[in-house]
């Protein structure tokens, strides 16, 4: 079985540990565990792991948030994976920083990378796993909260959940999304 994993965020020194950016550090995290290695690929930053059997394509979108889905649809069709063996991992602003919530399905919530995906690939029937940030800014400043660093404090925050997202990825893959939820959202 083969799974496309996709870490959201956007691509640069400058952007490594923003808010933004929560989806390629689990990304990131689950590839130094499974030992895979990102490598440059279309679109993309790519790296290709195995986990009890399954093959999980780990991808970093290169096309900066708001172009996501070019490259999500480029690998579902070039790797011919089902939609439903697609995990999107993605900050959320309606969820507490450091909150992680598992869906199977859903509208993008006004999140730029998500409607981008929703508009190429022509579903909202798509798993996404949303890490939250929080909505800790003034009006009229989020683009510039989701673009700005975790605090300090923040980073030791995100540590924990981080690894339940890791937990949370490779239960999708074993035991399915229905289960996986059960799992998830407990808290």
Partial sequence: MK???VGLGNPGLEYELTRHNIGFLVLDQLAEKLEGTFQTARLCQKAEVKYKGRTLHLIKPNTFMNLSGKTVNYWLQELDIPKENLLVVV????????KIRLKSKGSAGGHNGLTSIEQLIGTQEYARLRFGIGN???KGQQADYVLSNFSEEQMKD????????IEVILSFVTIGIDKTMNMANKD
Avoid: Q, R, V
């Fill in 3 to 5: 799974y496309l994993i």
């Fill in 91 to 98: 900050d959320d602003l309606a969820i507490d920083h450091a």
């Fill in 136 to 138: 800790d800014y003034a």
């Fill in 158 to 165: 995100i540590i924990t959940p981080i690894n339940k997202c």
